[in-house]
């Protein structure tokens, strides 16, 4: 039972372009959202997140946004930079145990110079 | 401050063995929570200890066990290994009691059972 999914194995796009990550989850209870980037050879590292109570944030060149009717979250980069190549995990906890993270597959995003 | 460590970072085992990972969390750390990350798949989460006992564990069977020591570090042990345990293994540490989201990963076991 695959509560966290993201469709897209992978994603290519130009440096400079945007890069749209997609996540979708089924689990109601879900209230807090993160996504992580992970570089060969090393631990997932921690990206940004989202709260239920909103539906976007903003961090420098990414942002994530939430529709909670649909049980969809995006990760926006812009502009992708070559540096941002690496797999990226959609992971979503609820307000009952929020130290338990239930990620996504991952999707390997490469962006070309 | 130093991050979150595991050791060794790869190991091969024989099916049936048992084995012992083992992660230092980050200075400050309290809550420590372990994941298996199969070939292809996102990491899933095995348990999570805070102040020494288990606090949460998702769906891995008994033979998945764990302990966590009073300067924080965690020890995951795995008896009776099989094909399907290989896999990387993340711990990752986290500040300010289990219900904290902010979880910062260490670099992972490799463990390859044969």
């Known amino acids: 039972d695959q509560q966290v999914k993201q469709n897209s194995p992978s994603l290519s796009v130009q440096e400079g372009r945007i890069s749209i990550l997609n996540c979708d989850y089924t689990n109601s209870m879900f209230d807090y959202f993160l996504w992580y980037k992970k570089y060969p050879a090393e631990g997932p590292t921690f990206l940004i997140s989202?709260?239920?109570?909103?539906d976007k944030n903003e961090d420098g060149r990414f942002t994530v946004f939430l529709n909670k009717s649909a049980k969809h979250l995006s990760l926006h980069i812009v502009p992708s930079q070559p540096g941002d190549s690496a797999v990226y995990f959609c992971a979503a906890s609820a307000s009952t145990s929020y130290g338990k993270l239930t990620f996504g597959q991952g999707t390997i995003l490469t962006v070309h110079p | 401050e130093t991050g979150v460590t595991q050791s060794p970072t790869h190991l091969i085992k024989t099916r049936g063995q048992q084995v012992t990972l083992r992660c230092s969390s980050q200075?400050?750390?309290?809550?420590v929570s372990w994941y298996q990350q199969a070939l292809g798949q996102g990491p899933q989460f095995i348990f999570q200890y805070y102040r020494e006992e288990e606090n949460g564990r998702g769906n891995f069977p008994p033979r998945f066990s764990g302990l966590q020591f009073p300067n924080y570090s965690s020890e995951l042990n795995v008896n009776a290994l099989e094909l399907d345990d290989s896999a990387l293994y993340l711990c990752a540490s986290s500040p300010g009691g289990p219900m904290n989201t902010e979880a910062f990963f260490g670099q992972g076991t490799r463990l390859t059972v044969v």
């Open positions: 989202i709260s239920s109570i909103k």
């Open positions: 200075s400050g750390h309290n809550t």
